[in-house]
Each structure stands twice: as structure tokens, then as C-alpha cells.
T-cell receptor, first 115, second 111 residues
Framework: DTEVTQTPKHLVMGMTNKKSLKCEQH?????MYWYKQKAKKPPELMFV???????INESVPSRFSPECPNSSLLNLHLHALQPEDSALYLC??????????????FGPGTRLTVL | GENVEQHPSTLSVQEGDSAVIKCTYS??????FPWYKQELGKRPQLIID?????GEKKDQRIAVTLNKTAKHFSLHITETQPEDSAVYFC??????????FGTGTRLLVSP
């Protein structure tokens, strides 16, 4: 399996809702990422997990809460979001190289709309 | 800094022509430079990458050149086809595991 999968594909939520985005990979990658992509913009890094531990948080608001329950799964818990948080949320994974950078494989994304 | 500038923002070519997209950066510590293609409504997909110990890399109709002294790298697509139409993002690593993308180039190849 050489794909990163994400569920759901689309999500509409109100500002008081709690929802979760899920990401899964079975490539044995030990680095996983969450990106946010607004329309006509590049992906922006939110979080990085290395060996199931959070290694990078790009000053993301606490209404976004990542979780890595095991080496294949990555979740993004959402609570009290704002309309400006509407975007495509992309998950990615890569091998965990010690001395060089490795290709990141992206999932298809979850298109989130906050009403 | 952690920025990478990408030009042009849009590029229209006729089928069979060549297309060149250029990115410039300022972080001299960067050593990995990927190019991603994102079709409308799809995920970004790596099409080619280059590391700082190499000046040029080619894969069929796609090539990337890197000038570390001048801090710029370019994507070259030859014999363009309509299916090459997409948004292309250059990227660079700004530290271990951290990837920053350029602003993107929308390439339109007309038949």
C-alpha cells in the first residue's frame, strides 16, 4: 500500500461542533504531517509527528488538537472553529531520515467548511 | 529566512512548447528542493526533487536545475502536453522535516 488515505473527504461543521479528521498510511513511515491549504495558496505546515511524538507545532491555535495514536494513524481534533478555518486539510507522511530530507506523500485531503 | 519566491504565478503555453518555473530562496542551509504538481481538486504529488550536492536532475520531459551560489532552482518541462496543466509548487526544507512551499505557478497548456 503506497497511499495516504484521509477521511472524511468533505466536512461541514458549525462553530460549536467537535469533529475529527483521520489520516492513515501503511508505508512504514514514521513521520506524519498536517497541512492547511486555502484556495489558490500553497500548503502550510501545521504539525509534525516523529515516531508518534509531536516534534513541530507551527503556532497553531489550540482549537486544533493533533493526535498520533500509533505509527499508522494521525488524527486532527477540531473544536470551536472559526469560518476562516475553512480550508483543505492535507495529511502527509515520509520516512524518518536522520541526515537527509525525504519525499512527503500527501493524502487527498479533507475539505472543511465551518459555518 | 524561510521564504521561497516562485515565478511566474501563471504560465500559458502551446502544446509542444517548453515551460520554465523559477524559485529563489534565502536560507543557505536548505539542501532539499522538491517540485510538486497539484491538479484541480487533487493531492500534491512529487514530480521531481533535487538535493544540494547535485546541479541538475532529469526525468523524461522534466528537469530541475539548482544554482546554490545564486540560491535559485528551476523546473523545466519540455514538449508540454495538455495533461501537464496544473498548479506547480516548488519547495525547500528549512530544517529537519520542515518543508516550505513557494506560492505556486498555474500552468495552462493549450492544445
Amino acid at each position: 500500500d503506497t497511499e495516504v488515505t484521509q477521511t472524511p473527504k468533505h466536512l461541514v461543521m458549525g462553530m460549536t461542533n467537535k469533529k475529527s479528521l483521520k489520516c492513515e498510511q501503511h508505508m512504514g513511515h514514521r513521520a506524519m504531517y498536517w497541512y492547511k491549504q486555502k484556495a489558490k495558496k500553497p500548503p502550510e505546515l501545521m504539525f509534525v509527528y516523529s515516531y508518534e511524538k509531536l516534534s513541530i507545532n507551527e503556532s497553531v491555535p489550540s482549537r486544533f488538537s493533533p493526535e498520533c495514536p500509533n505509527s499508522s494513524l494521525l488524527n486532527l481534533h477540531l473544536h470551536a472553529l472559526q469560518p476562516e478555518d475553512s480550508a483543505l486539510y492535507l495529511c502527509a507522511s515520509s520516512q524518518h531520515g536522520q541526515s537527509s530530507y525525504n519525499e512527503q506523500f500527501f493524502g487527498p485531503g479533507t475539505r472543511l467548511t465551518v459555518l | 529566512g524561510e521564504n521561497v519566491e516562485q515565478h511566474p504565478s501563471t504560465l500559458s503555453v502551446q502544446e509542444g512548447d517548453s515551460a520554465v518555473i523559477k524559485c529563489t530562496y534565502s536560507d543557505s542551509a536548505s539542501n532539499y528542493f522538491p517540485w510538486y504538481k497539484q491538479e484541480l481538486g487533487k493531492r500534491p504529488q512529487l514530480i521531481i526533487d533535487i538535493r544540494s550536492n547535485v546541479g541538475e536532475k532529469k526525468d523524461q520531459r522534466i528537469a530541475v536545475t539548482l544554482n546554490k551560489t545564486a540560491k535559485h532552482f528551476s523546473l523545466h518541462i519540455t514538449e508540454t502536453q495538455p495533461e501537464d496543466s496544473a498548479v506547480y509548487f516548488c519547495g525547500m526544507n528549512t530544517g529537519f522535516q520542515k518543508l516550505v512551499f513557494g506560492t505556486g505557478t498555474r500552468l495552462l497548456v493549450s492544445p
